[in-house]
T-cell receptor
Framework: GAGVSQSPSNKVTEKGKDVELRCDPISGHTALYWYRQSLGQGLEFLIYFQGNSAPDKSGLPSDRFSAERTGGSVSTLTIQRTQQEDSAVYLC?????????????FGSGTRLTVV | SQQGEEDPQALSIQEGENATMNCSYKTSINNLQWYRQNSGRGLVHLILIRSNEREKHSGRLRVTLDTSKKSSSLLITASRAADTASYFCATAASGNTPLVFGKGTRLSVIA
């Protein structure tokens, strides 16, 4: 596609429920990243996929968070047993190898609200 | 953890003035990038400067990098109301490691 697509745009869920967030990166981009941003804060790294390599999960805050990337394309971030502190905007980005001079292309994010 | 720290946290200027934002970081880097964010959603890549570069220009943007001081600055010349946004610096330890973002500078350009 022309850009990075994320769905849903907004998600309201009850505490304790599981949620799945989807990211469709730019075709041909081998690197995919998940970040989250709490209100008025910077971006917190969550997980990084590069090609067929094992993902870098070092940023996942707890074992309730997991992510997969199928076929080197679409990625799903799953949060189990959601808590109120999980409320944030979850941003996905993709990039081509080595980043070049173009950096990351971000999606518009999913705003997650846990009530 | 956040490596880049932007300064100031917030900046308000009149249209036509120049805006300067600074970023400091702690460890060695491969490159440093600046991004803009409108309305708290997706970020837009503005410019990338490599560790062996000292200055780079793109339109009304000028970025400098001082690796000895571990700092960078972003200058926006002749600002416009449409430049109102949050600006983030981000650093990469290598070409294949995830970017580490700062907390950003909120720029308001008043018409």
């Amino acid at each position: 596609g022309a850009g990075v697509s994320q769905s849903p745009s907004n998600k309201v869920t009850e505490k304790g429920k599981d949620v799945e967030l989807r990211c469709d990166p730019i075709s041909g981009h081998t690197a995919l990243y998940w970040y989250r941003q709490s209100l008025g804060q910077g971006l917190e790294f969550l997980i990084y996929f590069q090609g067929n390599s094992a993902p870098d999960k070092s940023g996942l805050p707890s074992d309730r968070f997991s992510a997969e990337r199928t076929g080197g394309s679409v990625s799903t971030l799953t949060i189990q047993r959601t808590q109120q502190e999980d409320s944030a905007v979850y941003l996905c980005a993709s990039s081509s190898p080595g980043q070049g001079d173009y950096g990351y292309t971000f999606g518009s994010g999913t705003r997650l609200t846990v009530v | 953890s956040q490596q880049g720290e932007e300064d100031p946290q917030a900046l308000s200027i009149q249209e036509g003035e120049n805006a300067t934002m600074n970023c400091s970081y702690k460890t060695s880097i491969n490159n440093l990038q600046w991004y803009r964010q409108n309305s708290g959603r997706g970020l837009v890549h503005l410019i990338l400067i490599r560790s062996n570069e000292r200055e780079k220009h793109s339109g009304r943007l000028r970025v400098t990098l001082d690796t000895s001081k571990k700092s960078s600055s972003l200058l926006i010349t002749a600002s416009r109301a449409a430049d109102t946004a949050s600006y983030f610096c981000a650093t990469a330890a290598s070409g294949n490691t995830p970017l580490v973002f700062g907390k950003g500078t909120r720029l308001s350009v008043i018409a």
